[in-house]
């Protein structure tokens, strides 16, 4: 036989085996897909958006200040080595008869650069350059006006729009993160020129290191180093409050201490004043005394300048005593003035990152989605790559089984077995590597591009970047050679161990034993003939029976795993704002807040539009959590009851059930106390930011979805965290949950001077769907992957069956067997394997879903493994339709092929 004759063969076997050679670029295909679409989007994602960050040269972390950044910290900070420092102000405003929040930003000139989209940047301190988000609002040329607090620091509250800007620290478009002003919620931001600010001192500080502008911040290393700077700086500013105070309390105390000197000169004047009118009053006493002893005309005389003399007294003692109510109103200003220095709060430095800044709540969804995807493509494509493996081992396995004869008439004409098994080879080769480019070029451009498409929806980020990873692609390929190529070198290369000659005759049929069902005589006595033919032909071809199983199962894991992903995070939002924290707001009030402003907000909180309200101690801490890269701020929920009534529900992590705050120690969080790998019974060490240490009793974990949180009673507060400061708080809901009703009463309530900060649960139900809607993408795409898989599995694995045990058909049909006895003698096998699959895929997919999704969600995110009904039924009903699908396809195949033809096959 020629070379040309050889590989003419090789080109028929291809052709006359196409549902094969399909199932097997499929199989492939669907893996390499999975594999790089999930190993690719990652790295497309956090790439494109380094280098947005590099491009603008973005901070690295920012200082704010409460009270500014004085003399002394602008010089420490200013020294840091190897970075870069730019300060600038910032204040949070309403919208003019709105209850929209802008935060207005001055100018940056070399760290954290505005992208200017339309228009032009601010020139002077009465124009504005908006947020991008705001460009179907105003156009350039409008005038914007604001209303700020008393305290304001803006010169003017009317500006002249400019043109239209990007931040890069505010990636979100819909998500801005916490307000100081209107409803709580940031809705945009604006961009003015420094000049536009009347404050002493600049209120932030951004800086930038020089040996980390190289790094990708999602990077550990840039995480890692990123943290100890934020320890260095931390520690930097630790003895930064009380000189900063002292600095800011120079200036107004000496103002104070001239107007008391001022106020001392002027009683000195007054007291002297008053000797000089009763001196005078003495002497016209006096002169009135002596009138008697003189003349009439001269007494006459004397008396009229007497008369004058006493009515310049009186009106001297009328201006003094004017002057004394005015000395006392300014001796009573003084001592207020005095008291308010004194009372002062002592200043505050808080170090913030990219992903913790005020407004950084896009930053931190884009960082968690990509991240997210990234243990995902851990995952998913190795069950799935996994089981295509099997499945195409299996199939090759039956390829060479047909090839037999061909390959002993080969070995008889001369040819090597390595030029047999090349056949072989190249047929899984052109097969697998024609699935393995598909998909791998889908999973380049195709499944990046859907996922980040979704995540950057409602950001200010640009088109991702996709990249081409030929790491992957090696990998990939890699894959496919082991999961088709291998097994074809590896079966041919056993079967040629035989003599042409024995390869000429049939392969003898997989041999029978008894099965344990036939030692179980009551069953086995009562069971049909083809109940036993059927029990004992799963047995016989034990092979197929363990890939329908394990092909099936995998199948029903990966679909159970991703429906039951998208299900666990839809949940998240009602399990965590309905069930375990259903307040509608919590308003922290000022710690040197006035009687009367204090009065006013309980008067507030006793309104008509509010159903009932509970009042707690609350607190805030930034706390260093193992093995995170990121600083974590843990919310403080101190009761004098012994839970939070209705406001926020306490239930055990593990059992579900109702807990009581302890008198003995806290209930922690589940996510704090997996991170700490602490347990019930255990004793806690927090560290916070300020480099103090706090040791607590862990007394239960309770269930929380997002956000870190230490619950405790009073006492335990008081003698575990002492040096913490709480403020008195109030959990809140209203009557009208409507979202108008919510920003009307978040915004009358942060007008309030006893009014610290008020946080919405709808803040955090955005920030929570957002992370859910980047991955909901994802695994959309990859449910219908692991469909697909399932239609592909069973197709191959019932084509073979069909095919290897042809003749067997052919015998009990030519015997009178119906068409349907036929179909269903052997594909009652399926059937029963299926429904096996199915049980082993749901305990599976249970395990495997539990297990993504410990590794899924952000920082301070928890999802739950809570599934509706539907994860369940739908894998099932997906299988039971394949399988009816096919069972109508094998009966056509079945009636169609000519048994007689079939019985002479071998001959």
Do not use: C
Not at 129 to 136: D, G
Not at 746 to 766: K, P, W, Y
């Amino acid at each position: 036989m020629s070379k040309k004759t050889y590989w003419k063969d090789i080109w028929k076997s291809l052709g006359s085996s196409k549902g094969r050679f399909l199932s097997i670029m499929l199989l492939m295909m669907l893996g390499s897909f999975a594999y790089v679409g999930l190993k690719v989007t990652t790295p497309d994602m956090q790439r494109s958006a380094t280098n947005y960050l590099t491009r603008q040269n973005t901070m690295d972390l920012t200082v704010i200040a409460s009270m500014g950044l004085g003399k002394e910290d602008q010089k420490e900070l200013q020294n840091l080595k190897k970075a870069d420092v730019d300060f600038g102000y910032m204040a949070d405003v309403t919208i003019k008869d709105t209850n929209d929040a802008l935060r207005v930003m001055s100018t940056t000139d070399r760290i954290s650069k505005m992208t200017l989209v339309k228009g032009e940047l601010p020139s002077h301190s009465k124009e504005i350059a908006l947020a991008s988000n705001l460009n179907k609002r105003y156009q350039i040329g409008d005038t914007i006006n604001f209303t700020q607090s008393d305290d304001g620091i803006l010169k003017q509250t009317s500006f002249k729009v400019t043109g239209f800007v990007n931040s890069p620290e505010i990636w979100s478009t819909t998500n801005l993160g916490s307000s100081t002003a209107g409803d709580g919620n940031l809705s945009s931001y604006g961009m003015v020129v420094a000049d536009a600010f009347d404050s002493d001192y600049p209120l932030l500080a951004r800086i930038r290191y020089h040996d980390l502008a190289k790094l990708s911040s999602f990077e550990k290393t840039y995480q890692s180093k990123l943290r100890d700077k934020q320890d260095s700086l931390d520690k930097l500013l630790a003895d930064n409050p009380e000189s900063h105070l002292a600095e800011i309390k120079k200036e107004p105390q000496a103002e104070i201490d001239d107007n008391k000197q001022k106020l001392a000169d002027a009683s000195q004047k007054i007291a002297d004043s008053e000797k000089k009118i009763a001196d005078v009053k003495r002497t016209l006493s006096d002169q009135e005394k002596a009138l008697a002893a003189l003349p009439q005309v001269q007494a006459e005389a004397a008396t009229a300048q007497i008369r004058e003399a006493k009515k310049e007294v009186a009106q001297q003692e009328k201006d003094l005593a004017a002057a004394k109510k005015d000395l006392a109103t300014n001796e009573k200003n003084l001592v207020k003035a005095q008291e308010d220095l004194n009372a002062l709060a002592m200043p505050s430095y808080t170090v913030y990152t990219r992903e913790t800044l005020p407004g950084g709540n896009g930053y931190m969804v884009y960082a968690s989605g990509s991240d997210s995807v990234a243990q995902i493509g851990n995952i998913f494509p190795v069950v799935l790559y996994l089981v295509a493996a099997l499945v195409t081992f299996t199939t090759m396995t039956r390829f060479v089984d047909e090839e037999r004869t061909n390959s002993a008439i080969l070995k008889a004409l001369g040819y090597s077995n390595a030029d047999v098994i090349r056949k072989f080879v190249i047929y899984g080769l052109i097969a697998s590597l024609t699935g393995t480019i598909l998909g791998v070029l889908a999973g380049h451009y195709i499944l990046p591009r859907v996922i980040a498409d979704i995540m950057t929806k409602d950001t200010t980020i640009s088109a991702v970047q996709y990249d081409f990873f030929w790491s992957y692609t090696f990998i990939a390929i890699g894959l496919a050679l082991v999961s088709a190529v291998l097994p074809a070198y590896l079966i041919a290369r056993r079967e040629l161990s035989e003599k042409a000659a024995q390869l000429l005759l049939p392969k003898p049929p997989v041999k029978g034993s008894k099965i344990l069902l036939e030692r179980l005589s009551l069953i086995w006595e009562k069971m049909s003939f083809t109940q036993k033919v059927t029990a004992r032909n799963i047995f016989r071809y034990k092979q197929r029976m363990l890939m329908t199983i394990f092909g099936v199962a995998g199948s029903v894991a990966l679909l159970f795993a991703g429906l039951g992903i998208q299900s666990s995070l839809s949940k998240v939002v009602d399990n965590q704002f309905d069930r375990l924290t259903p307040y509608d707001m919590l308003v922290v009030e000022a710690s040197d807040a006035k009687k009367e402003d204090k009065d006013k907000l309980i008067k507030a909180l006793s309104s008509d539009e509010v159903a009932k309200q509970m009042t707690i101690d609350y607190a805030s801490m930034i706390v260093e959590v193992p093995k995170m890269t990121q600083h974590q701020s843990v919310s403080l929920l101190i009761s004098e009851q012994k839970d939070f009534g209705s406001f926020v529900n306490l239930y055990d992590a593990k059992s579900g059930e109702e807990r009581d705050l302890a008198k003995d120690g806290v209930l922690i969080s589940e996510k704090l106390a997996k991170a700490y790998q602490v347990k019930e019974g255990q004793r806690i060490r927090l560290k916070d930011d300020k480099g103090q240490s706090y040791k607590a009793k862990v007394s239960g974990i309770i269930e929380m979805n997002a956000g870190h949180y230490l619950m405790m009673t009073k006492p335990v507060f008081e003698k575990t965290f002492k040096k913490v400061d709480a403020s008195e708080a109030h959990l809140v809901n209203l009557k009208d949950k409507s979202s108008q009703a919510l920003k009307n009463q978040a915004t009358a309530l942060l007008r309030l001077a006893a009014v610290s900060g008020l946080s919405q649960n709808s803040a955090m139900i955005d920030t929570v769907e957002a992370v859910v809607a980047s991955l909901n993408g994802a695994m959309t795409i990859l449910t219908v992957v692991a469909v697909l898989l399932a239609v592909v599995i069973l197709y191959n694995l019932t084509n073979i069956n069909v095919a290897e045990r042809i003749r067997e058909l052919s015998t009990i049909k030519v015997l009178g067997f119906f068409n349907k006895e036929v179909t269903m003698y052997i594909y009652r096998e399926t059937i029963i394997l299926s429904l096996i699959g199915i049980g082993v895929g749901l305990l599976t997919g249970i395990y495997l879903h539990k297990f993504i999704m410990s590794m899924i969600g952000g920082n301070d995110i928890l999802f739950g493994t809570q599934v509706a009904w539907t994860v369940y039924a739908i894998p099932i009903a997906v299988i039971l339709i394949i399988l009816i699908l096919l069972g109508w396809l094998v009966n056509h195949i079945l009636k169609t092929v000519d048994m007689l033809e079939a019985l002479k096959s071998v001959d």
